[in-house]
């Protein structure tokens, strides 16, 4: 059983950024898909990132693109979420999670495994 934790959540300004980190408890997240739900109060989680299992695929939602970065180090079997200019409406727990499969997937069922969320303020 994979096991997933999530850090580098907390309270920042608009306009500002945070990097999340995700780490796993297994070194086979290394052959998997990773990706990045968020989840506001009173709404649905929704997808925000994901990235193949080599780092040479990602893909984003449209609301986080140009403003947000996946990346991941097998070595260290960790991914990380940077977020630059943090928006408002970007306030949510952020989780993450992983795909056995190893090419990108955007929707949460396609997700085996999940972190417990960090949560991630943005003050206007």
């Known amino acids: 059983q994979v096991q997933l934790v999530e850090s580098g959540g907390g309270v920042v300004q608009a306009g500002g950024s945070l990097r999340l980190s995700c780490a796993a408890s297994?070194?086979?997240?290394?052959?998997?898909?990773m990706g990045w739900f968020r989840q506001a109060l009173g709404k649905e989680r929704e997808f925000v990132a994901t990235?193949?299992?080599?780092?040479?695929?990602?893909y984003y939602a449209d609301s986080v693109k140009g403003r947000f970065t996946i990346s991941r180090d097998n070595a260290k079997n960790t991914v990380y979420l940077q977020m630059n200019s943090l928006k408002p409406e970007d306030t949510a727990v952020y989780y993450c999670a992983a795909d056995r499969s190893p090419v990108v997937a955007v929707h949460l069922t396609e997700y085996d495994y999940w972190g417990q969320g960090t949560q991630v303020t943005v003050s206007s």
């Open positions: 990235i193949n299992w080599s780092g040479q695929a990602t």
């Open positions: 297994e070194r086979t997240i290394s052959t998997y898909a």
